[in-house]
């Protein structure tokens, strides 16, 4: 079994800032990881994945995650946030061989002018 | 190229009435599946279809809800009879498995409000 554990429920940040949200997982078996964000009202829109390969993986809107193996982390990385960032950033794994997406709780994104 | 479709995107009923909600995945996409996400929660899963089939309803509160696929592609989901704890925004979503691995694409949800 997988679960995910987001470290912060909400991250309040300055536009033009860094930002980190962070994401542990526990898995018994190898993992893919991904990142899906939810703007207000609406569903959620995958940023990155990782399957294998590189352990740094890039995705849209200029957001990046690092795969660590031995801290079980897959942190999300923007080096300068828009308002427009602004929304649920939701962490998640998938075992291999299985379909199946465990969800964290979620981590609020609050972009402030 | 299309993406997940739900409808309706949001409904008010009263407790103890049903409702029914509609997915139709990206075409081709074999695997659809239905999550239920509380505000302040992350999705889960209640129920994973492959093609016409039931690989997983383990999370489905199957004395309420009950979920088909008739002709694997589209799907509907019905709530009945509606309990107030069941208010939560309604998730399908669909994946195709490729040589490099899974992924599923959501829907932009129902958001079930129940009085």
């Known amino acids: 079994a997988q679960s995910v554990t987001q470290l912060d429920s909400q991250v309040p940040v300055f536009e033009e800032a860094p930002v980190e949200l962070r994401c542990n997982y526990s898995?018994?078996?190898?993992?893919?990881l991904f990142w899906y964000v939810q703007y207000p009202n609406q569903g959620l829109q995958l940023l990155l994945k990782?399957?294998?390969?590189?352990?740094l993986v890039k995705g849209i809107n200029g957001f990046e995650a690092e795969f660590n193996k031995s801290q079980t982390s897959f942190h999300l990385r923007k080096p300068s946030v828009h308002i427009s960032d602004t929304a649920e950033y939701f962490c998640?794994?998938?075992?291999?061989?299985?379909?199946?997406?465990?969800f964290g709780t979620g981590t609020r994104l609050q972009v402030f002018p | 190229e299309a993406g997940v479709a739900q409808s309706p995107r949001y409904k008010i009923i009263e407790k103890r009435q049903s409702v029914a909600f509609w997915c139709n995945p990206i075409s081709g996409h074999a695997t659809l599946y239905w999550y239920q996400q509380i505000l302040g929660q992350g999705p889960k899963l209640l129920i994973q279809?492959?093609?016409?089939?039931?690989?997983?309803d383990s999370q489905l509160p199957k004395d309420r809800f009950s979920a088909e696929r008739l002709k694997g592609v589209d799907s509907t989901l019905k709530i009945q009879p509606a309990k107030l704890e069941d208010s939560a925004v309604y998730l399908c979503?669909?994946?195709?498995?490729?040589?490099?691995?899974?992924?599923?694409?959501f829907g932009p949800g129902t958001r079930l409000t129940v009085l």
């Open positions: 990782y399957l294998s390969g590189s352990t």
């Open positions: 279809f492959q093609n016409n089939g039931v690989v997983d």
């Open positions: 979503a669909s994946s195709l498995r490729t040589s490099g691995g899974v992924t599923q694409y």
């Open positions: 998640a794994v998938m075992g291999y061989n299985t379909d199946k997406l465990i």
């Open positions: 898995s018994s078996v190898s993992v893919y």
